[in-house]
């Protein structure tokens, strides 16, 4: 199960608050994971880290403003890992 990579954080997939969302690194998208990265404020991950699958940041180190609403989600239910 994914753990939630930010410093301090014990969140993991499955057996945190059922309101939390896991997300992972857009890899599509380097500078945004450059970005990410820099924001974990981890300095024990080696310089050349990038993210695989299993990588993820929960919902709470991101703020309101990142997120847009979801039709699919809203239909359909919210995916957890």
């Known amino acids: 199960m994914p753990t939630c990579?930010?410093?301090g954080c014990c969140?993991?997939?499955?057996?945190?608050?059922k309101n939390i969302s896991y997300f992972m690194f857009?890899?599509?998208d380097p500078?945004?994971?450059?970005?990410?990265i820099a924001n974990l404020k981890r300095e024990d991950l080696p310089?050349?880290?990038w993210p695989?699958?299993?990588h993820v940041i929960c919902s709470q180190?991101?703020?309101?403003?990142?997120f847009q609403e979801d039709m699919r989600a809203r239909i359909f239910g919210r995916f957890f890992f």
Do not use: I, L, Q
Request: proline share 6%; aromatic share 10%; hydrophobic share 25%.
């Open 26 to 28: 857009p890899v599509h």
């Open 5 to 7: 990579m930010a410093v």
């Open 11 to 17: 969140n993991t997939s499955g057996k945190s608050d």
């Open 31 to 36: 500078p945004r994971v450059r970005r990410w």
């Open 47 to 49: 310089s050349d880290f």
């Open 52 to 54: 695989e699958k299993k």
């Open 61 to 66: 180190h991101f703020e309101k403003e990142c």
